[in-house]
């Protein structure tokens, strides 16, 4: 069945990095769009970025653009994230997540606290 675990998640002082990383199995890595989501206390989830199967096309929330980067490793296989310059507005539960045949997948989320 599928699984995605993520793993990388801490504490960090407002302008450390961190670099998330989602291991995947039970399906065909390179055929799916893969994504990571956030979810902060009283927040809906929402989508941080994604990135194609061929890792050509990257989407990014606003939010994150030109401080995090999405990427793929489809020999592993795995997606990641580095997370420069955090802020204390991205304190939340990262997810990874992939759509196939119309159902979600989730990891179980790690969570990533930004504070001084």
């Known amino acids: 069945q599928v699984q995605l675990v993520e793993s990388g998640g801490g504490s960090v002082q407002p302008g450390g990095s961190l670099r998330l990383s989602c291991a995947a199995s039970g399906f065909t890595f390179n055929r799916y769009l893969m994504s990571w989501y956030r979810q902060a206390p009283g927040k809906e989830r929402e989508l941080v970025a994604s990135i194609s199967g061929n890792a050509i096309v990257k989407n990014y929330a606003d939010s994150v653009k030109g401080r995090f980067t999405i990427s793929r490793d489809n020999a592993k296989p795995a997606v990641y994230l580095q997370m420069n310059s955090l802020k204390p507005e991205d304190t939340a539960v990262y997810y990874c997540?992939?759509?196939?045949?119309?159902?979600?997948?989730w990891g179980q989320g790690t969570q990533v606290t930004v504070s001084s």
């Open positions: 997540n992939t759509k196939i045949a119309a159902s979600l997948h």
